[in-house]
Nanobody, 122 residues
């Protein structure tokens, strides 16, 4: 069983870049699809990206072309590089482990981190 910890959240300005990390504090990320979700106050949890076992990444339309996800199984980490940040990207970002490649439905993910706050200010 994998336990995930997110890091890297910060207060940044519109247009800035930021990289989040998801690390396994117990177990390994290797057998899992790892996804990034986010949740803004008063909104539903939204899928952002999923990274499949071989490294292929999928993205929601809201971040496609700006966010890039990658995994390093040897280091037991998954990263989310976020570029050209917008105020609408402000949210708590979570990583989660699940079985199915290309899926961004929270119900398909069984292991979750506690989240890291990203705030984009103008």
């Amino acid at each position: 069983q994998v336990q995930l910890v997110e890091s890297g959240g910060a207060l940044v300005q519109v247009g800035d870049s930021l990289t989040l990390a998801c690390e396994a504090s117990a177990g390994t990320v290797g057998p899992y699809v790892i996804a990034w979700f986010r949740q803004a106050p008063g909104k539903k949890r939204e899928g952002v990206s999923s990274v499949c076992l071989g490294g292929t990444a999928y993205y929601s339309n809201s971040v496609k072309g700006r966010f890039f996800a990658s995994r390093d199984n040897a280091k037991n980490t998954v990263a989310l590089q976020m570029n050209r940040l917008e105020r609408e990207d402000t949210a708590v970002y979570y990583c989660a482990a699940g079985p199915t490649c290309g899926v961004l439905n929270p119900e398909d993910y069984t292991h979750w981190g506690r989240g890291t706050q990203v705030t984009v200010s103008s």
